[in-house]
T-cell receptor
Framework: DAGVTQSPTHLIKTRGQQVTLRCSPK?????VSWYQQALGQGPQFIFQ???????QRGNFPDRFSGHQFPNYSSELNVNALLLGDSALYLC????????????FGEGSRLTVL | AQTVTQSQPEMSVQEAETVTLSCTYD???????LFWYKQPPSRQMILVIR??????QNATENRFSVNFQKAAKSFSLKISDSQLGDAAMYFC?????????FGSGTKLNVKP
């Protein structure tokens, strides 16, 4: 049973570019959340998707957008990259009705130069 | 806003000994959940233990136990019989309305 998988694991972009990160949830899960983890910090909630709609959003600008597909997989898009967007981006999945039972992927390390 | 504070950036413990990691939080909600997650150097966050705020009994999971003081909004993690594999970053988190709020983490070193 595959857990949460994310791709790519590492990527390097320059300021102003756009990036797309991908996530496949754990089997049986229908809800995907995205977190940004800056170096030495705890994860910060970006947004959550369920039934292909954004259900919750943290304090992140509109440059951060997402999508969920019918197979429950998800994408995180970041436009107009800034140096401060350099971080580990974590995807987490759960079942909508199971309170707090989050399973995390290993993350995508984004470096913006 | 909900905040989670871990005041110990780094701690060390001798193998086989006991260590306690501290966490305080601030929330105006009455219904919430508390978690401790472990993040080894491989980066994948792993659930260590969870506590429902409406339960007075402290959660335990093998060598891991919590001391939950609801009135004080304190949620500490005790690791007994520490093992080398316990070395990792530990994050305290509050869950409410489908959102997790994480602390800044405590790096735990385990000395052989």
């Amino acid at each position: 049973d595959a857990g949460v998988t994310q791709s790519p694991t590492h990527l390097i972009k320059t300021r102003g570019q756009q990036v797309t990160l991908r996530c496949s949830p754990k089997s049986g899960h229908d809800t995907v959340s995205w977190y940004q983890q800056a170096l030495g910090q705890g994860p910060q909630f970006i947004f959550q998707y369920y039934e292909e709609e954004e259900r919750q959003r943290g304090n992140f600008p509109d440059r951060f957008s997402g999508h969920q597909f019918p197979n429950y997989s998800s994408e995180l898009n970041v436009n107009a990259l800034l140096l401060g967007d350099s971080a580990l981006y974590l995807c987490a999945s759960t079942h909508w009705r199971r309170t707090g039972e989050l399973f995390f992927g290993e993350g995508s390390r984004l470096t913006v130069l | 806003a909900q905040t989670v504070t871990q005041s110990q950036p780094e701690m060390s413990v001798q193998e086989a000994e006991t260590v306690t990691l501290s966490c305080t939080y601030d929330t105006s909600e009455s219904d919430y959940y508390l978690f401790w997650y472990k993040q080894p150097p491989s980066r994948q966050m792993i659930l260590v233990i969870r506590q429902e705020a409406y339960k007075q009994q402290n959660a335990t999971e093998n060598r891991f136990s919590v001391n939950f003081q609801k009135a004080a909004k304190s949620f500490s993690l005790k690791i007994s019989d520490s093992q080398l594999g316990d070395a990792a970053m530990y994050f305290c988190a509050v869950y409410n309305f489908n959102k997790f709020y994480f602390g800044s983490g405590t790096k735990l070193n385990v000395k052989p």
